[in-house]
């Protein structure tokens, strides 16, 4: 009988896991001083050195033994490291002498070699590549080099694959350095055989194939081949997600259960009034989403709500036909967004749609002073304005609302899990919808967006057609000038966008201020320009958006201030300078503040001399792909899961093993939470309860791995 089963492996599993979750320090050949240690770099528990997984493996099949190298070869080779120092004369170098199985190669640099010796020991075995020169003797020219663990250790010179650490100068330092790591991880695994131990119900073992703790550890650590140490890694993802997931489906559960949240009609005559005065019919995922949304608002729990949608999908008046039924149902609505421009902007656009309704709508940001925001403070108090805009100023001390019934945050990515909270507390416990244009797949959404519920405009506006994006080269940078004056000429509007990584570097801003002078004199002395960046004040960004969406300036150089959000619709060329030093995902918000109208629009890019692979591909992705999706899914190609998505500002928990982006796993661990949360809300009956305790363990079991390496 399966249910037999499974209460024997809780039985079994609870026993060890005082073991697994135990103090590090008690563990064989730990103690108290480098327990701390290994404390302070996040491994507090057995359960944390488990987790604390290779880096990557070097296979040794694929290693030149040093004996055979020739001039001429692109080898990896490894060896001990016997003497390195600097050598000084005509051409000074620093040489490092690597050797194995009395064979030696010397590694050599030329330069930048400033810090090279303190960047090995002695002893040290290090793993190095490149292509093999000859002077007098063989040598290895700056290689690419790694160190991989210490002379005496036995895997290096044994196993096929050699598990590579992530690099830690503390623990290095108390010696816990790959063979020192191994060398107490094993015993703490071989104890495993003793306290037997389970955190995965064995049904789902079995059904998906996943290893046995204890196996998955083993592979991982000391692995037999490559597809077994990712078995190995499979199954500790799955098990971290799937804690994870447990987190989210009961916080979405409680939150649906505790139904203290409000019930708001979808809005009727004031409804009506505003589609039909709106000049456009709501596209059919607009349709959907609005739906999705107006259900949720009116059950009796509360909303929490991501709504996606790549850039210009339309999603400002989905928000605005939310906040009409909050309003008819006798409460406020607030919209948030990240930067001053872009709220300034959602009042002046919606104002546009709600005045006419005889509906009050109100701008608040740490721009508006003195008696003004007097006024807008007290009139947000009294009720009497049903809808504020504003930047984050709306969170703090001092703004009340008499009733607020919606909220919505736009462009979330940019706000902390702790400014949704903050705005949230500004009502009780009001409907929320967050909103965002960096489309992620669908369940990494879920995943990282906690336990909100996910809407996807999936559809553009009809008549629009894509930007056309081109690299242009140097040589073509005047007639892409002309281009734009004819364009102007058209009536059509131009954005020039300068990267200033920081804003607050005064060099970058000189250059984009003087770029913009030669600009305006030499180049377009006949057209009208303007300036935007980040160091101006609020009321100036706010005098120059508006002359430029009044068409009063023809072109306008910008800093990425503009970045999120800018609605201009004349707006129909953006040139962008040294796009090599933007992010894609960052690219493709700046594109989207053009083409917002059936203008055909154009993006150009322009780069500097020297252009990285990483960010040609970057490049080359912008002007094949127009769709906000693909180009997140090209993003994660170039850079890497890892570095797309910060996981912590996200509030959730740092993943030690899974990476969010491999969405089967992260399907399956969610799929299975939730159905397990559904069923058994508690995690009270007799097969769930060992889960309920291990949960328990691993909440109390956090750590903070970001501090290692
Ligand atoms: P985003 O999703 O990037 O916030 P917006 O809400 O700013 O996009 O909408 C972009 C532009 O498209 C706006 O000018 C808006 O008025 C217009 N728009 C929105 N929905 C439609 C529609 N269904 N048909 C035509 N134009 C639309
Ligand atoms: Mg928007």
């Known amino acids: 009988m399966p249910g037999e089963n499974d209460s024997n492996v809780s039985k079994t599993a609870s026993a060890g896991l005082d073991y697994l979750f135990s103090d590090i320090q008690y563990l064989k050949g730990v103690g108290p001083r480098k327990g701390e240690i290994l404390k302070q770099n996040g491994i507090s528990t057995v359960f944390d050195l488990f987790y604390y997984v290779p880096r990557k493996y070097l296979d040794r099949s694929l290693i030149t033994p040093l004996g055979s190298v020739a001039e001429g070869m692109t080898v990896t080779v490894l060896g001990t490291v016997a003497a390195f120092g600097l050598v000084r004369g005509r051409k000074p170098r620093f040489e490092t002498v690597i050797e194995y199985d009395r064979e030696q190669l010397e590694l050599v640099w030329f330069s930048g070699y400033k810090y ?140 649906r259960r505790k139904a203290d949240g409000i019930s708001i009609n979808p809005p009727k005559t004031l409804g009506r009034k505003l589609l039909d005065n709106l000049g456009f019919e709501l596209t059919s995922a607009q349709k959907r989403v609005i739906n999705e949304i107006y259900n949720d608002m009116k059950a009796r729990y509360q909303m929490n709500r991501l709504l996606q949608g790549d850039v210009g999908s339309g999603k400002t008046i989905v928000a605005v036909l939310a906040m009409l039924g909050a309003i008819e149902s006798g409460y406020q609505a607030v919209i948030m967004a990240p930067t001053e421009i872009l709220a300034e902007q959602h009042y002046l656009s919606i104002s546009r749609l709600l005045e006419p309704l005889g509906i009050k709508v109100v701008f608040l940001s740490g721009s508006v002073k003195g008696a003004g925001r007097k006024a807008i403070l007290e009139s947000i108090l009294s009720g009497e304005a049903s809808v504020v805009a504003g930047t984050h100023a709306l969170i703090q001390k001092g703004v009340d609302f008499k009733k607020l019934g919606f909220a919505v945050i736009d462009e979330q990515h940019r706000f902390g899990v702790a400014q949704r909270g903050n705005l949230q507390a500004k009502g009780k416990n009001p409907d929320i919808l967050v909103m965002s244009a960096t489309p992620i797949p669908r369940t990494l959404a879920m995943t990282i967006y906690g336990d909100l519920d996910v809407s996807i405009i999936d559809e553009m506006p009809p008549g629009r057609t894509p930007v056309l994006t081109k690299h242009v080269p140097e040589d073509k940078r005047k007639q892409m000038y002309e281009f734009t004056r004819q364009s102007v000429k058209d009536g059509k509007s131009a954005y020039l966008i300068y990267p200033l990584v920081e804003e607050t570097e005064k060099s970058d801003l000189k250059a984009a201020t003087e770029e913009y002078q030669k600009l305006k004199e030499e180049i377009f002395p006949d057209l009208r320009l303007g300036l935007i960046h980040g160091r101006m004040k609020g009321e100036e960004k706010q005098a120059v958006m508006a002359s430029f969406r009044n068409r009063e300036i023809d072109i306008l150089a910008a800093t990425t201030v503009i970045e999120v959000g800018v609605d201009v619709p004349s707006a129909a060329i953006m040139i962008i300078e040294h796009a090599e030093r933007f992010g894609l995902s960052q690219l493709h918000q700046l594109r989207g503040r053009v083409g917002r109208s059936g203008l055909k629009s154009y993006c150009f890019l322009m780069t500097g001399k020297k252009v990285g692979e990483e960010a040609s591909r970057r490049i080359e992705a912008l002007t094949e792909i ?70 328990k363990r691993r909440m109390r079991n956090k750590i903070r791995y970001s501090k290692i390496g």
């Open 626 to 695: 127009s769709d906000g999706f693909k180009i997140a899914e090209a993003d994660l190609d170039i850079r890497g899961p890892g570095e797309i998505l910060g996981t912590r500002q996200h509030g959730l928990p740092e993943l030690r093993v899974a990476s969010l982006t491999d969405s089967k796993i992260v399907s399956l661990a969610r799929s299975l939470a939730f159905e397990m949360i559904d069923e058994d809300p508690g995690l009270d009956s007799a097969d769930n309860r060992f889960i309920k305790t291990v949960l």
């Open 116 to 255: 090279m010796d303190k960047a090995f020991n002695i002893g040290d075995v290090i793993c190095a590549s490149g292509t093999v020169r000859a002077y007098g003797r063989l040598y290895l020219p700056h290689p690419e080099f790694e160190i991989v663990g210490s002379a005496d250790d036995e895997t290096i010179h044994t196993g096929r694959l050699i598990p590579i650490y992530p690099e830690s100068a503390a623990l290095k330092n108390i010696g816990l350095y790959s063979r020192g790591l191994r060398r107490i991880i094993k015993p703490a695994l071989d104890r495993l055989a003793d306290e037997p131990c389970e955190t995965i119900p064995e049904k789902w073992r079995k059904e998906y194939g996943l290893y046995d703790l204890s196996r998955a550890i083993r592979q991982i650590h000391f692995p037999d081949s490559l597809p077994e140490a990712d078995s190995g890694r499979q199954r500790l993802a799955f098990e971290e997600l799937f804690y994870l997931e447990l987190i989210m489906a009961g916080r979405q559960k409680n939150r």
